[in-house]
């Protein structure tokens, strides 16, 4: 969430998909990460004694449970043929929707849902209340609706 909202929303974990998850996690473990075991914390993926604010979170599998359209996911090019995918914009404004619905008392989901549907520069409705109603919650949570990609001001 960090990094797609240009550090308006700051993450405590990161979460990976990779080819191979069990030697993955072989090589965190040999590189000092430890299985997470913190009162608080979900007691799955690690974290680094060095690095006790963030965890590492292995979510390979399909995206969203198979609900995301991944020919919508966005792909950049680092260096080396190395590259980071992001999930498409809907489906992160969903999930969060969906997070929200689920703990009503923490209203970040929720704000972090308005901010990224107000900062996409295009959004495909049609899509967004279909993966919206899919995660149960609630479009009309997103304020002011779009039309064509652009904000409705009126």
């Known amino acids: 969430m960090a990094i797609v ?13 990779v080819a191979g998850e069990s030697q993955f996690e072989v090589i965190l473990v040999r590189h ?17 004694p060095d690095h006790p604010k963030f965890g590492w979170q292995l979510v390979t599998g399909p995206l969203f449970d198979g609900r995301s359209d991944t020919s919508r996911a966005v792909r950049f090019e680092i260096m080396d043929e190395s590259a980071v ?10 999930n969060r ?22 900062m996409a520069k295009s959004i495909d409705l049609d899509y967004l209340k279909k993966r919206v109603m899919e995660e149960g919650s609630d479009v009309a949570l997103l304020g002011r609706a779009r039309r064509n990609g ?3 001001d009126g």
């Not at 995918?85 to 969903?94: M, S």
Request: charged share 30%; hydrophobic share 35%; no cysteine.
């Open 97 to 118: 929707l969906g997070q929200y619905e689920a703990n009503r008392n923490d209203r970040t989901r929720l704000e972090q849902a308005q901010f990224l549907f107000r």
């Open 32 to 48: 000092g990460f430890i299985k997470e075991n913190r009162p608080g914390r979900l007691w799955f993926g690690y974290y680094h």
């Open 85 to 94: 995918t992001f999930p498409p914009i809907e489906d992160l404004i969903a």
């Open 5 to 17: 909202t240009a550090g308006e929303f700051p993450s405590g974990d990161f979460n990976l998909v």
């Open 150 to 152: 652009k904000r409705e």
